[in-house]
């Protein structure tokens, strides 16, 4: 028996250039299509004729930004709207949106219009899920590396017979950070939003005095719900970037507690939802 099933089309690649003048603007995007819906003949008997092909939903995506894409959540509701409205068979649909950001090269005091270098690894996220009574828009950063070198700390914690990690009043805190984002309602402007949250999270990232990764998470996800007031809910991951102290006593120089070697695994992870 068929219990659930979704299909659609992943990685589809759009780069869209605004062209004003003597200065453009770049939008590039990875974008999956997902449906939901009564297309279970299509498993169990092997009948398409309800069936879109996942080509057109790529074709789609080029098709409606031709119009132009603005916000990628905006994109998002025109698309969702458009299969809703074309599918009668078609239940659910998610659109995901992974924008590869870009920023102009300066030329001495001055933005070059039309050249470009790749800002990273850092993305940013957008989601839209509709069904035939309700729409959600979501965002999000993904791969958003900071590091904090003071006003740090890990210590207090439980041990036991296995623990060998010291307590330190003063670490470096480095992570690669996630967060996603649902607002309450789509009367939204999302860039402004985007922007405005990502302010809030990278402003208090910094100036937390952190007593653990644990710690400075809840208190950035605080911070955005209480700036920003149509974000319904915000998921942060926050992956510990371990920096450990070079023991330089074995060369006969003093510990500074300034040299540090960068470790990728294992790492600690660290995450956690806060709702309004």
Known sequence: MLSHAAYGKSRIRLVGVARHGD???VRDLTVAVRFEGEYDT????GDNSDVLPTDTMKNTVYA???AGVD???SFGLTLASHFLDRNPRLQC???DFTEHLWRHIAVGERE???SFMRRGPETRLASVQSDRQHTVAGAGIADLMILKTAHSAFAGFRRDEYTSLPETHDRLFATSLTATWRYLDTDVDFGASWRAVRSLLLETFA????ESVQHTLYAMGEVVLANVDHVQDIT????NKHHLPVDLSRFALENRNEIFVATEEPHGLIEATLTR
């Open 23 to 25: 200065r453009h603007d």
């Open 207 to 210: 100036t937390h005095h952190s």
């Open 112 to 114: 070059h219009g039309t």
């Open 64 to 66: 409606l930004a031709s």
């Open 71 to 73: 916000e990628p959540e």
């Open 42 to 45: 299509s498993y169990t008997a």
């Open 236 to 239: 942060l991951v926050m992956p």
């Open 93 to 95: 649909v998610r659109i």
